[in-house]
């Protein structure tokens, strides 16, 4: 008897502790549901947030910009911009310049001014409104490392409670509950009109304020004994909970003891009365019990003989019962062992991909490198003739634009990855990026007699984007099509309307896609065929670049293939903009923007930078243009030549030893005479992402170019610069 007690008892020990996991990992996900949800507005409103309106402080078009948003968005009642002294601004719910009422929850307006990040604000019931109950996100709108303003997206409670509903219950779940950062009750599955909006019980307060995740017992505020599993969601100080009747974890337990136990006591009774009449037969039926035990012991299943007495026969079926729970343990011990070979495989698979990415990456990055490097030698030589010499100049300048794309699809990650990357968003007609996107893709298609078949249809509405990132999702989408498409083969592109969305499809009779390898097909650094024998190249970015696009748009994207050599579809849409369809300005050709040489007649460029092929290209360049060029390799060198020489305009690189462009245009701005305060400047440097491009600007720089440039590009950034003087 003592024995199977021991047994059950540990056996129920360990399963009230997988329940307590199993409860607790109900909690995580319901954390990171809500934590989810919120960052799908979090990011809206950054996206919001970088409106150039806004960025003027043309509050009454971001007012009209910031509606159309609110119209997309079916969780959003309204958004209101604030001061980060709790002044309103606006209020999307208010016509703009009426008076409007003071913010109501201050708490999250001061967290987010003394952080600087996105915030979740606690539970709100509108005075005016007795009935409807908000949740303000907020984000800063951060200028020169201050908060300019406070953007608030308010959100319906009713939107996170159905969030809250749809979560895939545990067994014996018994309620979810999710309650702000002051406790107060935000969204309950269990009697929602009685709780919303009521704090949480002290015990559960306090614990949630000593640790961000835990399991405990407790008295929920109906008064039931339950086991409560709490997780904190995300960086928020919101908090997600679980909670499950104590009967429904203990009960199974205190049964099998309960069942045990009486078994056990009804033995000794009955072995007690009848020990000296039944001596011979207890002693036969104890031999029997003994040999169970023993085998259960040596891991057999135990026998009891059917013949012996009622209270031997109920101790084997204890033990037989013992045994099963044992092998049903041991069963549950593989399977835990087997997923955590899997976890293994997959953690190797990882680091598999990871090394196959690095290989891909060496192996694209140097490619290039090999026509420029050999070609420019024989170049060197002078002995090619014009026609060799002609296909040298284009296959350098190919491959050098290769590699530059390479790098800035490599910088398009990182700035997706940081969470910097900005939209200009503005009423954008699909038709015209999606020709603009065609003509780039054009002459690739037809080196490989590749037809684009093209299917429009017409007057389908504006969406509310970034005309160039735009662009960049249907060129990724294209180029990738006439890459895996055969020679001969076909490339289709629908637009069309599907009720408030608009589809595009580019479909192709390519290569196709493999079954297994279709759902990672948007995840960063995954290539289906990452081997030294591969056929096709690039980094495996593309795809991945176009669905963080398509989804700051509001949008999404999917992939379809019937198989390998069966051609691929890659669906997008993306919300429509209500409003009258404008067709937009078609962008300028090159050669339109192309300066004139007198333009540029006699201006007089101080050049700096370290390396002396960039400053004899750069120098070069300017001098066909009639620009009278001073050239020097530091800084310090530069600070001598302006106080001797009056310049119009300054040409500095910023990675240089000693002291870097930023450092030496702070020295020239702080100058006394005119010529540092009036100086004109441009930054030509390898350093291209956001923040070098802002840390530029903050420095005194007029504009912010990314090397390698192309030469209209830089003569025409000149002339735009030099033009107002």
Known sequence: MLFALAVVYKLSSQE?????????LAARNLAATVERELSGTTRTLQALASSRHLNQDDLQTFYTEAQRVVQT??????????TPQGQPLMNTRFPFGKPLPPVIEQESLQQVVKTHRPVAGNLTQSKLEPDLVTIPVRIPVIRNDTPEYILTAIITQKALAQVVNEQNTVDGEWTRTVVDGQGVVVARTRNPQRFVGRRGTPSFLQRIRQSTEGIYRDTTLEGVQVYVAFSRVGDSPWTAAVTVPIDIIQGPSRQAMGIVLGSGLALLLISGVGAFMLSRQISRSITSAALAAEALAKGEYPKVSPLSIKEVVLLGQSLQFAADLLSQREQERTENLKRAEAARAEAEATNRIKDEFLAVLSHELRTPLNPILGWSKLLRTGRLDATKTALALETIERNAKLQTQLIEDLLDVSRIMQGK???NMAPVNLSSIIKAAIETVQLAAEAKSIQIQIQLEPEIGQVLGDTA??????WNLLTNAVKFTAEGGQIQIHLKRLGSQAQIQVSD????????????????????????????????????????????HGGTVAADSAGEDQGATFTVRLPLFQAKAKEPRQPMGVSALTPQSSALANLRVLLVDDDLDTRDFIKFLLEQHQVSVTSVASAYAALQAVEQT?????????????????????????????????????????????????????AGFQRHIAKPVEPETLIRAIVDIVSPR
């Open 421 to 423: 990357l900005n939209l």
């Open 73 to 82: 968005q079916t969780t959003w009642i309204s958004v209101t911009l604030i």
């Open 646 to 698: 009056t310049f119009d305009l300054l040409i500095s690189d910023i990675g240089m030893p000693e002291m870097d462009g930023y450092m030496l245009m702070e020295q020239i701005r702080r100058q006394s005479p005119p010529q540092g305060q009036q100086l004109l400047a441009i930054a030509l440097t390898a350093y291209a992402g956001e923040y070098n491009q802002q840390q530029a600007l903050n």
């Open 469 to 474: 990132r735009l662009q960049q999702v249907i």
């Open 16 to 24: 009230q502790i997988a329940s307590e996991r199993r409860i607790l």
């Open 509 to 552: 009779t390519g290569k196709g896609v493999h079954p297994d390898f279709l759902p990672y097909v948007f995840e960063y650094f995954r290539q289906e065929d990452g081997k030294t024998t591969r056929k096709f190249g690039g980094l495996g970015l593309g795809l991945a670049i176009v669905r963080h696009l398509v989804e700051l």
